[in-house]
């Protein structure tokens, strides 16, 4: 299975900040890697998928980039509905394996 | 209205099994597939496989292979998640999750989750 490593595993922001997550995958997957947003008690939401595609309805503010293995989400402008978990995935290959996860707190 | 809905909490005894559905609804059910994905406390999302609602394959993951079983039932848009054998490390809400066609296979549509409790 295709091992997907994120950093940080958490973070601390101000509303406002501009703020990177990082994901790592162990073997290239092309641009097959996909972003979600998942706050306490709720599933998980698709916010970029191809490494830099905005799912519908998803702010501009998040924007992702990369290809390979590295690869990169950015929240341009934090706003208080982003404090979140944020997770990466490779739709590369099955099974379509996650990260681990970055937290992102106030 | 576009929905995946799933079925209510489970308690289940060590070594049982639990199956859990998800039906959809609102988008043509045999277009896409199916993936399942559980979501330990307070850990990560581990995905546990794929089927196909068009022919009914199935790809698990190496680590359920032998003990879960995904079904389709394409004349009510229903899949069905059969784990058996379970343990404590089982204990875990579980999302059924449509794979994208037009997503590059990221999961764009989601179950509300059903939690399943193991304990004896």
């Known amino acids: 299975d295709i091992q997907m490593t994120q950093s940080p595993s958490s973070l601390s922001a101000s509303v406002g900040d501009r703020v990177t997550i990082t994901c790592r995958a162990s073997q290239s997957i092309s641009s097959y890697l996909n972003w979600y947003q998942q706050k306490p008690g709720k599933a998980p939401n698709l916010l970029i998928y191809a490494t830099s595609s905005l799912q519908s309805g998803v702010p501009s503010r998040f924007s992702g980039s990369g290809s390979g293995t590295d690869f990169t989400l950015t929240i341009s402008s934090l706003q208080p509905e982003d404090f979140a978990t944020y997770y990466c995935q490779q739709s590369y290959t099955a099974p379509r394996t996650f990260g681990l996860g970055t937290k992102v707190e106030i | 209205q576009v929905q995946l809905m799933q079925s209510g909490a489970e308690v289940k005894k060590p070594g049982a099994s639990v199956k859990v559905s998800c039906k959809a609804s609102?988008?043509?059910?045999?277009?896409?597939?199916i993936s399942w994905v559980r979501q330990a406390p307070g850990q990560g999302l581990e995905v546990m496989g794929w089927i196909s609602t068009y022919n009914g394959n199935t790809i698990y993951a190496q680590k359920f292979q032998g003990r879960v079983t995904m079904t389709t039932d394409t004349s009510t848009s229903t899949v069905y998640m059969d784990l058996g054998s379970l343990n404590s490390d089982d204990a875990a809400v579980y999302y059924c999750?449509?794979?994208?066609?037009?997503?590059?296979?990221?999961?764009?549509?989601w179950g509300q989750g059903t939690l399943v409790t193991v304990s004896s």
């Open positions: 999750a449509r794979v994208g066609t037009l997503t590059s296979s990221a999961f764009d549509l």
């Open positions: 609102g988008y043509t059910f045999t277009s896409n597939g």
